[in-house]
């Protein structure tokens, strides 16, 4: 199969779908790699270290995502839209449930969507987002803790005090790996820490991780807000595979925080949970003031730290998109479940029901099309 992977063009979006070592295993499979030239600048892989690795350089966007496979980081940007054409295979993350344009964009083309971020192993977790989740919870506790610092527009607190002189606190709502991982870095701080969910056995496994150094809050209106209401630093953290992300902090709550005080919504990329999060944000200007309160809402938080990322969400991609390679994509999902949950869209319909309800567009189970 031709695979090309393409420049990234989002605001300050330094990965790398493929490094050179996935290019070798590709060529060791029988697969040619058509890299847009600079592609993988941004994580520290040179042209020259993808052409040794058996990669054709192709000097533009288009050239590249003429292949059969394109593998992506991020969702496609309008501007790539132009690109799409009928069968092509898309392997990246989509976030469809926020993407009414690029959605429509995938059906009218009739794009093999698959993405990352609903392929999804039997006990109920998500394999391919889990790396890129690690990373932003903890660069979510990191970036708080800097915005709560006087001169860039927090209350001037030190998440972690210093003797005689009272912690930070730091709510993070929904405690899966983003939640986990916000909530270590938080604890390592210092900070005062508490984690809200809605199942009572992650509530019970929070528990078992961390013991009494957390505080654990099940997740219903008026526990969201007593939390919010003391915290300094707020991490938005839930997720429901694939949908809109709920929004569980209103603008009442927010009102409700001290001035300074600092919002990380993580998941911003499926919606974003807080309703004062009102857009997406960039590393170039990742915050904007609402209410006295900083709200940061980056949609591509690993981007910034590209090195770590790529390595890490390459690790997961290379398997899955090398069965799609191999098999082809129909053969690949059928022989796989885990992938075929990957798939958003095929043949001009949504096959994802919780995108299909997030547009109110017809579901079509794949059943009908595999
Ligand atoms: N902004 C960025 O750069 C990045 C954003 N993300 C996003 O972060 C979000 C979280 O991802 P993960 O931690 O991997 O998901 P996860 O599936 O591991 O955890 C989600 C947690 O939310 C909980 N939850 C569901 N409904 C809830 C409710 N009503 N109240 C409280 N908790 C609730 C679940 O029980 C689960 O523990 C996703 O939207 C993901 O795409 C992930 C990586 C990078
Ligand atoms: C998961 C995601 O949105 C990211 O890594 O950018």
């Known amino acids: 199969m031709k695979i090309g992977i393409p420049r990234e063009i989002k605001n300050n979006e330094n990965r790398v779908a493929l490094t050179p070592a996935g290019v070798v295993a590709f060529k060791s499979a029988g697969h040619e790699v058509f890299v847009e030239t ?28 003429s292949q059969e496979m394109v593998m992506k980081v991020k969702e496609p940007l309008p501007e790539e839209y132009d690109y799409f054409y009928e069968g092509l295979i898309l392997f990246t993350y989509l976030h469809l449930a926020a993407e009414p344009e690029l959605t429509k964009a995938l059906i009218d083309n009739k794009v ?21 989740s690690e990373v932003a919870g903890r660069m979510a506790s990191q970036i708080g803790a800097q915005f709560l610092e006087k001169s860039r527009g927090g209350k001037g607190i030190l998440l972690g005090g210093i003797p005689g002189v009272a912690r930070g606190n730091v709510t993070v709502i929904g405690g899966g790996v983003v939640g986990t991982n916000a909530a270590k870095i938080a604890m390592g701080l210092g900070a005062d820490v508490t984690i809200v969910d809605l199942s009572p056995e ?16 099940m997740s219903n209106p008026l526990n969201i807000h007593e939390a919010v209401k003391k915290s300094d630093l707020l991490i938005g953290a839930v997720l429901i595979p694939g949908a809109k992300a709920p929004k569980l902090v209103t603008e009442e709550m927010v009102k409700d925080m001290p001035e300074g005080s600092v919002i990380v919504d993580v998941a911003i990329d499926q919606g974003g949970i807080v309703e004062t999060v009102d857009r997406i944000t960039t590393h170039d200007a990742p915050t904007y003031d609402k209410h006295g309160v900083v709200h940061y809402a980056v949609a591509n938080m ?20 090398m069965q799609l390679a191999n098999k082809g994509y129909k053969k690949a999902v059928n022989d796989n479940a885990h992938l075929r949950k990957g798939i958003n869209t095929l043949d001009g319909y949504v096959t994802y029901q919780a995108v299909a309800d997030a547009h109110q567009l017809d579901f079509k189970d794949l059943n009908e099309l595999l």
């Open 38 to 65: 600079e592609a993988g600048l941004g994580s520290g892989f040179t042209d020259e270290q993808y052409k040794e690795a058996g990669a054709t350089i192709t000097s533009t966007a288009k050239e590249t995502w």
């Open 112 to 132: 093999v969507g698959i993405a990352y971020e609903t392929v999804q192993l039997d006990n109920g977790s998500l394999p391919l987002l889990t790396p890129m």
């Open 202 to 217: 992650r509530l019970r496994e929070l528990d078992d991780i961390f013991g009494t150094s957390i505080n654990t809050v």
């Open 302 to 321: 690993p981007g910034a730290v590209p090195r770590t990322s790529t390595l890490g969400l390459t690790n997961v991609t290379v398997p899955y998109a």
